[in-house]
């Protein structure tokens, strides 16, 4: 039986069995509307009732209209995925939802008139913790013993700019985190869908013609990696923010922000630019942000997150393959910052880059938030800098 809404914890009578059904209250959960069938037994109010409802006074308001239901909260992550979803859709990108509607997958094509190249890549997208985040696989691979996989991978890691690429037991996948707009805002736009989806074809090209070079030759080149990214970033009509803009965005977000060495240098707390853990550089179309986590030969681990810390204490002369597999594990769930190895140092980095207009207040805090998770407290740090002393 179908009632109207109207109908809720009233009494209505079936037309067809002529028994009377109390209307149960109106349902919280997510529901389809199909199509009603020819022939189907569709209820109405009972016509014993709307008559005696005519000669009898009307009982008060409050006694007709059934209570509310209870106010669930919003899943904000689920209505993030359903909005992109939504611009897939009206861009008549084919598109499937998986159960619970709180992810998506979609098959996208790419055409580079440069390349005479034409490319239909998977994307698997969902929300998590406010970030609408985009995965695909850039190649399968079988296990291939003594190919330098995690050293080429830990290379365009620190070089790419939209995404973080990681080994699975099936190849190289890659994820992008995009920080949304606001609300206000509508969150996003099919902009800013088409550049972040541009940007990630663009890394994905040069990943590949490092990860296909590696596998041939078994090492990693790097005067190879370093041609690959000479233009990192995709073609973009928005420009990014200088030096010096980025450190007054950084002032209006709330943050301690220098200009230190050619970078910002950024802290939560008032402190000398020499101190602050979190740097900032100006790169041409995006910004690079990074936090020093620690130096595996000398054993100084304070502020390495504690599934790598414990492992390091584990393994006084840890081996690079082994902290590269951990820190692969660590990329798997990451969201906008990425764990690499530069220079001996273990790091946190992340990038970030316009869209469809400049990055605004907003965006950036995020992006220098999930650095400055990453980054010791001032107090944390002077009592180690003391104990190392």
Known sequence: MHCPISDAGQKVLCKVCFRSNTVPGVATSDSLELEQPVGECRSVRDDFQIEALKEAPPPSPSLLTPAAPPAQ????????????????????????????YKAFRAKVK????????????????????????????????????????????????????????????????????????????NYLTSAMLIQILRQ?????????????????????????????????????????????????????AGFHAFTFGGQVALSQDSVSPEKCHVRIAACPGFLRGYVVLGHPGQGKWAFMPAAVRGFLR????????????????????????????????????????PCD???????????????????????ASSATLAKAG
Request: aromatic share 6%; glycine share 4%.
């Open 357 to 379: 207009k400049p990055i605004s207040v907003e965006q950036f805090k995020r992006f220098a938030d999930a650095l400055l998770e990453n980054a010791p407290s001032a107090s």
């Open 73 to 100: 909260p919003k899943d904000p992550d689920k209505a993030l995925t359903n909005i992109a979803i939504g611009i897939f859709r009206l861009k008549n990108w084919p598109c499937q939802e998986e159960p619970g």
């Open 200 to 252: 990630m074809n663009h890394d994905r090209r040069h990943a590949l013609s490092l990860i296909r070079q590696t596998v041939e030759e078994r090492r990693v080149d790097p005067l190879a990696v370093a041609n690959a990214f000479v233009n990192p970033g995709a073609l973009n009509t928005v420009s990014c923010q200088t030096l010096e803009q980025a450190c007054d965005m950084a002032g209006f």
């Open 110 to 185: 790419f055409h580079s008139t440069q390349l005479e190249v034409t490319s239909v890549d998977d994307y698997r997208v969902y929300a998590s913790h406010g970030l609408l985040m985009l995965e695909s696989p850039v190649i399968e691979l079988p296990p291939l013993p003594g190919v330098p996989l995690l050293e080429v991978l830990n290379e365009i890691n620190q070089r790419s700019i939209s995404s973080v690429f990681f080994l699975t037991d099936q190849g190289v996948s890659m994820r992008h985190a995009m920080i949304p707009l606001t609300s206000d805002e």
């Open 314 to 353: 584990n393994n006084t002369a840890p081996k690079t393959q082994q902290i590269l597999e951990r820190l692969n594990e660590m990329n798997k769930t990451s969201e906008l910052v990425r764990y690499v190895m530069a220079n001996k140092q273990v790091v946190a980095t992340a990038a970030c880059f």
